[in-house]
């Protein structure tokens, strides 16, 4: 009866169930409630710096751009830093960059830390603070602000991919 009860709140709410899905990071889709913007982790480029642990991709709606980034472990130990780019030539051009900040994992119990590996179990939702305001403020605004989505600071699971 308590999970009828609860299962008719949140809809009425207008929340939707959280997707339960156990999937390692590499294979992870993340999306937007609203919009068409969507985030997959890719193998480290041979490029790569020494301390990023992880690359990912933003897919531009719409558009043929992609927006490429990189997660960074600082000095080896610290956060999970990340920063996405446009057209960027290689990893060290930090004229095409337009958003660097902390990556947060967000799970059932709140926030934490975000895998290292992509091999671990991906977060039900990540948060890249700022991100929508580097998007305003960029080529891209249009893109993700329309009239029938907003682009938003966090994208959740949303499938896994072979």
Not at 70 to 75: F, K, L, M, Q, R
């Amino acid at each position: 009866m308590m999970k009828v009860l609860l299962a008719g709140l949140a809809l009425w709410a207008g929340m939707s169930p959280a997707l339960a899905l156990e999937c390692p990071l590499a294979h992870a889709i993340y999306g937007q409630p609203e919009g068409p913007w969507e985030m997959r982790f890719q193998p480290l480029p041979q490029t790569a710096a020494a301390n990023q642990i992880l690359a990912f991709s933003v897919s531009v709606p719409e558009d043929a751009a992609r927006l490429e980034g990189g997660v960074y472990i600082p000095n080896g130990f610290g956060s999970a830093l990340g920063s996405i780019g446009l057209d960027c030539a290689d990893d060290f051009d930090t004229d095409c960059r337009f958003w660097e900040g902390t990556v947060y994992a967000l799970v059932g119990d709140g926030i934490a830390e975000l895998p290292h590996e992509p091999d671990q179990m991906a977060p039900r939702q990540i948060l890249l603070p700022q991100f929508a305001v580097g998007v305003w403020y960029s080529t891209l605004r249009e893109a993700g602000f329309t009239e029938t989505g907003t682009l938003l600071d966090v994208f959740t699971l949303a499938a896994c991919a072979k």
